[in-house]
């Protein structure tokens, strides 16, 4: 699959959000990732599909990869769904019926996938790989940005990697933490195609030179 440059807006000024979006997009990024937290399934607290709806009507086109980290996902699915979410993931821990959650955001309209937490087990993806359009691996313990890379992210990308290759699926396999211009190259090679990246892009003083990198460094290690 073509990989794909996915900022995290937890790291983009909310003051400013719309504009800040749209300069990241015109600098080469791909997919908008939208952190959603409720203070409860992580310590912190972020925002809803207000912001996915008010994003759409600033005229953001790119899609929009909403990764859910409430507990229970049920009640808000349909919500982001008609705010604009392209992608809906969601962790297996906060829903009683992963198979259920899942079939829900595809009525919806909107692909699906499961988020895997540096301690989760692979193991509920076995039972799911056909119900699912991306798998993201977080290589940080979720709830805030700006943290390190967890090294042992890689192995769980190449075991992923190899499940997604042996179903014959298409899945995009989407990691989530950490990810700057100094290891994105190891984590393509490690068999990601989509890459979450806030602070490091965010964070740097030309959105469109750090992109590029990125793309480079991907480019060379797959």
Known sequence: MTPLIAPSILSADFARLGDDVNAVLAAGADIVHFDVMDNHFVPNLTIGP??????????????????????????IIPDFATA?????????????????TLGLIRDEGCKSGLVFNPATPLDWLEHVLDKVDMVLIMSVNPGFGGQKFIPAALDKLRRARQMIDDSGLEIRLEVDGGVKVDNIGEIAAAGADTFVAGSAIFGSSDYAATIAAMKAAIANNR
């Open 50 to 75: 207000l912001i996915c709806e008010a994003l759409r009507k600033h005229g953001i086109e790119a899609p929009i990869d909403v990764h859910l980290m409430v507990e229970p996902v049920d009640r």
């Open 84 to 100: 604009g979410a392209s992608y809906i993931t969601f962790h297996p821990e906060a829903s009683r019926h992963v198979d259920r």
